[in-house]
């Protein structure tokens, strides 16, 4: 079993930055697992944000938030990150970490991953 603990949300004024952290813990390779952050804004459906290959080698990101957000990791210390700047009121969601263990393309479908954390709230305003 895999926990993911997302941290690092928070209020932030439109135009700011926020760093999300996503520690990975329990019976886990964490260097065998592409990681995702999806997200839910209030009345909507969750959607994808970014993903990251396994090793790290790869990325990708939603239109919306592309040159904006950043995805990395650091397999030593099994977390998964995401920088986000130059933040929008329409940013403003519960963002969640997501894994699945593959080496293949992370893919932006929820459906593909199957460990949670258990969101974290940002909250662009000013």
């Known amino acids: 079993q895999v926990e993911l603990v997302e941290s690092g949300g928070g209020l932030a004024q439109p135009g700011g930055s926020l760093r999300l952290s996503c520690a990975a813990s329990g019976r886990t390779s964490f260097n065998t697992y592409a990681m995702g952050w999806f997200r839910r804004a209030p009345g909507k459906e969750r959607e994808f944000v970014a993903a990251i290959s396994w090793s790290g080698g790869s990325t990708y990101y939603s239109d919306s938030v592309k040159g904006r957000f950043t995805i990395s990791r650091d397999n030593a210390e099994n977390t998964v990150y995401l920088q986000m700047n130059s933040l929008k009121p329409e940013d403003t969601a519960v963002y969640y970490c997501?894994?699945?263990?593959?080496?293949?393309?992370?893919?932006?479908?929820?459906?593909?991953?199957?460990?949670w954390g258990q969101g974290t709230q940002v909250t662009v305003a000013s």
């Open positions: 997501a894994g699945r263990q593959t080496y293949d393309r992370p893919g932006d479908l929820d459906v593909l991953y199957k460990y």
